[in-house]
């Protein structure tokens, strides 16, 4: 089930989609699914534990949704909206079921290339354009701009304590930013043009991907704020074509976006299996987020952004995203 409401919005195709243009009243005459909306409705009884060793066939089937442009990352709040840096450089939330949008903060940057939610339910923008860092409180629209003299911040991920772990591309490296203060340490060096970075389910492993490298980093956690140095999870994978956005599901898996070829992989815990979970006709997937189970985002759905053509491919994985602070009591 996948974001009813938005038929009068979105365009919904199952498998690669046909055309640019969506008809008014959208009819898909081979599937027998049944589209309506999930609203989340606090329920806090324990989630259902995970079959991981009974995943899904891949590669999967997958459904369209237009209207999402934006810069190349995005989030999704605990109000289920979809957030984004706007074509002007602004902070935008846009309802996926009213298609109703808001104002968040105006004139963030030029060109974003991370954009995640903190604990608070504020945000950090990876301003490209300065070479830095910036806090956006969402009430207020403040912008604060936590670290300077970046280069390339080209990937971000953000912990349950609202520390934020930036990756460098151009300098190989990837900083670890209190949220409140901007103050920083090194956790990791030496990356082959590092981009997209996620944690493990347990916040014990951070995995880095590489952007035209062929590499995707494991680096483990040995204290609250140390880390050992990288190793290598999985090397040469794909075609090369640019490891972009990254994620993981509750299982431990590992999801990456091949940039240029839009494909995606999932790469178990160990790094011995590697799996196309999806070809998809684009050639600009540059990140991929989890739904939450708010406002029609299915929460064992895998959501991936196509730039090109700002649009979202929904890829149902039958897992969960790991949980945490994202993901609604």
């Not at 989630?47 to 237009?66: E, I, K």
């Not at 794909?238 to 490891?243: H, Q, R, V």
């Not at 708010?294 to 929904?314: C, I, K």
């Amino acid at each position: 089930m996948i974001l009813a409401p938005l038929l009068s919005l979105l365009a919904c195709s199952k498998g690669p989609p046909t055309a640019d243009t969506d008809p008014p009243t959208p009819v898909d005459t081979d599937t027998d699914v049944t589209e309506t909306a999930i609203v989340h409705t606090g329920d806090t009884a324990e989630p259902p534990t995970p079959v991981c060793d009974a995943l899904l066939p891949v590669p999967v089937p997958f459904q369209s949704h237009n209207g999402f442009g934006g810069s190349e990352d995005f989030d999704i709040d605990m109000l289920g909206r979809h957030v984004s840096i706007n074509g002007s450089g602004n902070l935008v939330a846009r309802d996926p079921i009213t298609g109703a949008t808001q104002l968040l903060s105006p004139n963030v940057t030029g060109s974003a290339a991370c954009t995640r939610m903190l604990p608070s339910g504020n945000f950090v923008v990876c301003d490209v354009a300065g070479n830095s860092l910036v806090h956006v409180d969402i009430t207020t629209g403040a912008k604060n701009t936590l670290v300077t003299g970046m280069a390339y911040p080209n990937g971000a991920e953000v912990d349950p304590d609202g520390f934020v772990y930036v990756a460098e591309q151009n300098a190989g490296r990837v900083r670890r930013v209190d949220s409140t203060t901007g103050e920083f340490t090194t956790i990791a060096e030496n990356l082959n043009n590092p981009n997209g970075v996620i944690f493990s389910p347990d916040y014990q492993i951070l995995y880095v991907g590489s952007f035209g490298g062929g590499v995707v980093y494991a680096v483990d956690r040995t204290g609250v704020d140390t880390f050992d140095p990288p190793r290598v999870l999985v090397q040469d994978p794909g075609n090369n074509g640019g490891f972009d956005g990254i994620n993981v599901d509750e299982c431990g898996n590992v999801y990456i976006t091949e940039f240029v070829a839009g494909k995606v992989y999932r790469i178990t815990p160990d790094g011995q299996i590697v799996n196309l979970v999806a070809d998809l006709p684009s050639s600009w997937i540059p990140n991929l987020r989890w739904g939450n189970g708010v406002n029609g985002w299915e929460e064992t759905t895998l959501y991936v952004s196509d730039r090109s053509q700002g649009r979202l491919f929904a890829l149902e994985m039958g897992l969960r995203g790991k949980p945490g602070f994202l993901t609604p009591p």
